[in-house]
């Protein structure tokens, strides 16, 4: 087929840009070897939570990739029975419903039903006419449901018991008003009420009842077969019995509670099975790029739910003589957390009469896990968080790498050819505007000859190593050490170095810091 001139320049600027932003890879081909060489020890670590919080059953889980790495169970599904655990017990997993009813209003979004800016007065309309707490309080808007900032009161004691509450009933609470701990809009307050109000949302937007729309719009498109808002839908052999810890050290079975209108907070059931191809989903969102992008929900949808709207709290102290520290907040159905580890962990936990659960991922690091127990809110995070730690400890658990750009290493060029012989003419051509007058020329010279007297001969040069599309570094070998390359472009077309400096490094590895302005890696020193 012959090209007419105006298509090849759209296929050619299709390919370019591309090029132009690369997404990153994993770099290390053994790095799948690497983390499973940790299972046995994160088997561990459950068993040993299991056992000590005296939990009558567990699963958890590992994702790795897209896939369920690894599997693990303790105890039994049933104490009457003795039914052990299997990868298709089905275990109510509380709060952890969230994350797919902001998934459900997400695709509404997508699909042009609903804005997140609606005032919910939109899709109920008891708000229209209910008492807000100032008078200058905006009306509270659909965003705001989604992320814990509306205002309502902490109601974890109270929403649990709300499970089966009605429409009818529900009716009757929103005549009546709603009322405020804290000004709308303000800070982070969790509420169930409002994900128990959002499953209302759904309900009106899709024209079709909360769970039904999540069921097939969500749970069948990503096969999650395992998976109900019922317990009357799970064949008694499937069935987790959820157990409540007794003072005098029995336990009692606590009775399934009915599915009702605050299903939306906290009513799915489901299994190991199931919660794996689900946790694998939300990794599959990262990173950025362009191939099909196959749903149910759109890829930057997901990204969008995994960012800090509401922040929470920050967090530091010493346990023995190391520092941890975290800062956490609130996305859409979902907590999320920067630590001494990791810039970005997701993750959601779920409590309810007889049961709790937890699941966690790292989007930069393609891993996930997830578990789920029978025993009143024994949510297991604590093995989660040990289980990161035993990951790490392979050194298979590194982020995706960013190739760089081609620009990046043309420029790469560029700079080397000034270290070897300056040239003012060939500065000038991939200077921006800045770039003389914050420095100028004889200033760099003299910088670089000072330098060239310490080092020596520089006789190699590393790739760049890209901190991002437009911010890089490489190293220099030389004659009495290494020198490192700091360069960042600037917002122009075409991109011009605004930013470079050469400094003397400690060690080959050794990375740069970014100018003042540019954002830091999250690290906690002892």
């Given at each position: 087929?012959?090209?007419?001139?105006?298509?090849?320049v759209?296929m050619t600027?299709?390919?370019?840009?591309?090029d132009?932003?690369?997404?990153?890879?994993?770099a290390?081909?053994d790095?799948?070897?690497?983390?499973?060489?940790?299972m046995p020890?994160?088997?561990?670590?459950?068993?040993?939570?299991?056992i000590?919080?005296?939990?009558?059953?567990?699963?958890?889980?590992?994702v790795?990739?897209?896939?369920v790495?690894?599997?693990?169970?303790?105890g039994?599904?049933?104490?009457a029975?003795?039914?052990?655990?299997?990868?298709?017990t089905?275990?109510?997993i509380?709060?952890m419903?969230k994350?797919?009813?902001?998934?459900?209003?997400?695709?509404?979004?997508d699909?042009g039903?609903?804005?997140?800016?609606?005032?919910?007065?939109?899709?109920?309309?008891?708000?229209?006419?209910m008492?807000?707490p100032?008078r200058?309080?905006?009306?509270?808007?659909?965003?705001?449901?989604?992320?814990?900032s509306?205002?309502?009161?902490?109601?974890?004691?109270w929403?649990d018991?709300?499970?089966?509450?009605?429409?009818?009933?529900?009716?009757e609470?929103?005549?009546?008003g709603?009322?405020f701990?804290?000004p709308?809009?303000?800070?982070?307050?969790?509420?169930?009420?409002?994900?128990?109000?959002l499953?209302?949302?759904?309900?009106?937007?899709?024209?079709?009842?909360y769970?039904?729309?999540?069921?097939?719009e969500?749970?069948?498109k990503?096969?999650?077969?395992?998976?109900?808002?019922?317990f009357v839908?799970?064949?008694?052999?499937?069935?987790?019995i959820g157990?409540?810890?007794?003072?005098?050290?029995?336990?009692?079975e606590?009775?399934?509670?009915?599915h009702?209108?605050f299903?939306?907070?906290?009513?799915?059931?489901?299994?190991?099975?199931?919660?794996?191809?689900?946790?694998?989903?939300?990794l599959?969102?990262?990173?950025?790029?362009?191939?099909?992008?196959?749903?149910?929900?759109r890829?930057?949808?997901?990204?969008?739910?995994?960012?800090?709207?509401?922040?929470?709290?920050?967090?530091?102290?010493?346990?023995?003589g190391?520092?941890?520290?975290?800062?956490?907040?609130y996305?859409?159905?979902?907590?999320?957390?920067?630590?001494?580890?990791?810039?970005?962990?997701?993750?959601?936990?779920?409590?309810l009469p007889?049961?709790?659960s937890?699941?966690?991922?790292l989007?930069?690091?393609?891993?996930?896990?997830f578990?789920?127990?029978?025993?009143?809110y024994?949510g297991?995070?604590?093995?989660?968080?040990?289980?990161?730690?035993?990951?790490l400890?392979t050194?298979?658990?590194?982020?995706?790498?960013l190739?760089?750009?081609?620009?990046?290493?043309?420029?790469?060029g560029?700079?080397?050819?000034?270290?070897?012989?300056?040239d003012?003419a060939?500065?000038?051509?991939?200077?921006?505007?800045?770039?003389?007058?914050?420095?100028?020329?004889?200033?760099?010279?003299?910088e670089?000859?000072?330098?060239?007297?310490?080092?020596?001969?520089?006789t190699?040069?590393?790739p760049?190593?890209?901190?991002n599309?437009?911010?890089?570094?490489?190293?220099?070998?030389?004659?009495?050490?290494t020198?490192?390359?700091?360069?960042?472009?600037a917002?122009?077309?075409p991109p011009a170095?605004q930013?470079?400096?050469?400094?003397?490094?400690a060690?080959?590895?050794?990375?740069?810091?970014?100018p003042?302005g540019?954002p830091?890696?999250?690290?906690?020193?002892?």
């Amino acid at each position: 087929m012959r090209l007419t001139p105006l298509v090849a320049v759209l296929m050619t600027a299709t390919l370019a840009a591309s090029d132009a932003y690369p997404p990153p890879r994993f770099a290390d081909p053994d790095r799948v070897a690497k983390l499973q060489s940790a299972m046995p020890e994160i088997d561990r670590f459950f068993r040993a939570y299991a056992i000590d919080r005296k939990i009558p059953g567990m699963i958890w889980g590992v994702v790795i990739d897209g896939r369920v790495a690894h599997l693990g169970t303790f105890g039994v599904r049933d104490r009457a029975s003795q039914a052990p655990v299997t990868p298709d017990t089905a275990f109510r997993i509380a709060s952890m419903t969230k994350s797919f009813t902001a998934l459900a209003v997400l695709k509404l979004r997508d699909d042009g039903r609903l804005s997140l800016d609606d005032p919910v007065s939109r899709w109920i309309p008891e708000f229209a006419r209910m008492e807000l707490p100032t008078r200058d309080t905006p009306p509270l808007t659909i965003r705001q449901l989604l992320s814990h900032s509306a205002g309502f009161p902490e109601d974890n004691p109270w929403g649990d018991q709300q499970l089966s509450a009605t429409d009818a009933l529900m009716d009757e609470w929103l005549a009546k008003g709603i009322p405020f701990s804290t000004p709308p809009g303000t800070r982070y307050e969790y509420s169930n009420y409002a994900f128990g109000l959002l499953g209302r949302v759904v309900t009106k937007a899709s024209g079709v009842p909360y769970e039904q729309y999540v069921g097939t719009e969500i749970l069948a498109k990503l096969h999650m077969d395992g998976s109900t808002f019922r317990f009357v839908d799970v064949p008694a052999a499937r069935r987790a019995i959820g157990y409540r810890l007794k003072p005098d050290g029995t336990y009692a079975e606590e009775p399934p509670l009915p599915h009702g209108v605050f299903g939306s907070m906290g009513g799915l059931l489901t299994t190991a099975v199931d919660l794996g191809k689900y946790v694998a989903f939300h990794l599959s969102a990262w990173p950025a790029r362009d191939d099909e992008d196959p749903g149910p929900v759109r890829r930057a949808s997901v990204r969008e739910m995994a960012h800090l709207w509401t922040p929470s709290n920050l967090t530091a102290r010493l346990v023995d003589g190391r520092l941890q520290a975290s800062e956490t907040g609130y996305g859409f159905g979902l907590r999320v957390t920067s630590d001494c580890r990791f810039e970005h962990i997701v993750a959601h936990g779920g409590g309810l009469p007889g049961f709790g659960s937890y699941m966690a991922w790292l989007p930069d690091y393609g891993v996930g896990m997830f578990a789920m127990a029978t025993l009143t809110y024994s949510g297991p995070s604590e093995p989660i968080s040990r289980a990161w730690d035993a990951l790490l400890a392979t050194g298979g658990l590194q982020k995706r790498e960013l190739p760089p750009t081609p620009l990046q290493t043309e420029m790469r060029g560029h700079i080397l050819n000034l270290w070897k012989r300056w040239d003012d003419a060939q500065a000038r051509r991939i200077a921006a505007v800045n770039f003389f007058r914050d420095k100028p020329s004889a200033e760099r010279q003299d910088e670089i000859r000072a330098l060239k007297n310490e080092v020596g001969e520089c006789t190699d040069a590393g790739p760049v190593m890209p901190e991002n599309w437009m911010r890089g570094q490489f190293n220099m070998t030389c004659a009495k050490g290494t020198v490192g390359v700091f360069f960042t472009l600037a917002p122009t077309q075409p991109p011009a170095v605004q930013h470079l400096s050469f400094r003397r490094l400690a060690s080959p590895d050794e990375r740069m810091g970014a100018p003042t302005g540019a954002p830091a890696g999250v690290s906690c020193r002892q």
